[in-house]
């Protein structure tokens, strides 16, 4: 039998349905803490510099990680992959800078660079789940000139190592999004 919906109860559940698609689209986004990441509008590359040192995985500190054996079936040892997870970063904020920030081509850092985004896992589990921190440095000064952070997962299916690959391809393309809506906010046009 067909039973009529008022109108009424239909704009309550498609408020709740955009609130609840509002929601998630916010837990996977970066927000900024402090400072602003406006002075990387003028540049033409990035530097990005890795520092696991602060994180946490399932609870345990890196070594702890690290001396408990294989990072799981895809990787034997943590050097390789942490270089997957830097080239998943980079292949997501790079993909993403395109639309957003052009011209702007983010690598690793080298001495020479005069700002650096140094990228910090905080939290990575097996579920996928992660913490990142990100810092803009000035390299000439040492000053961080803002401080900004992101929650995110890296989907549903697959061992840590993929997970986590997806969780840090999709921080990178969130982190170019971020950096957009910071050169727009600062009227710097890219």
């Known amino acids: 039998m067909f039973v009529p919906i008022k109108s009424d109860d239909m704009k309550k559940r498609l408020v709740l349905i955009l609130a ?3 929601a998630a689209l916010t837990l996977s986004a970066v927000d ?38 294989r990072v799981d079936e895809d990787f034997e040892k943590w050097i390789d992959f ?14 993403r800078s395109w639309k957003v920030a052009k011209d702007i081509i983010f690598r690793m850092a080298t001495v020479d660079d005069e700002y650096v985004v140094i990228v910090s896992p905080l939290m990575m589990n097996i579920d996928g789940n992660y913490r990142i921190e990100f810092a803009l440095k000035n390299n000439v000064t040492g000053e961080v000139l803002g401080l900004a952070d992101e929650r995110g997962d890296g989907g549903t299916f697959g061992c840590f190592s ?29």
Do not use: W, Y
């Open 162 to 190: 993929n997970l986590q690959g997806d969780g840090f391809e999709e921080a990178g393309e969130h982190f170019a999004k971020f950096l957009g809506k910071q050169f727009r906010a600062a009227g710097k046009k890219r």
């Open 82 to 95: 942490e270089n997957f997870i830097k080239r998943r970063f980079l292949a997501g904020v790079n993909d």
């Open 32 to 69: 900024i803490r402090t400072g602003s990441f406006a002075p990387l509008a003028d540049r033409s590359s990035v530097g990005i510099v890795f520092d696991f040192s602060r994180v946490l995985i399932d609870g345990m500190s890196l070594e702890e990680f690290r001396q408990s054996g």
């Open 20 to 22: 609840g698609i509002s």
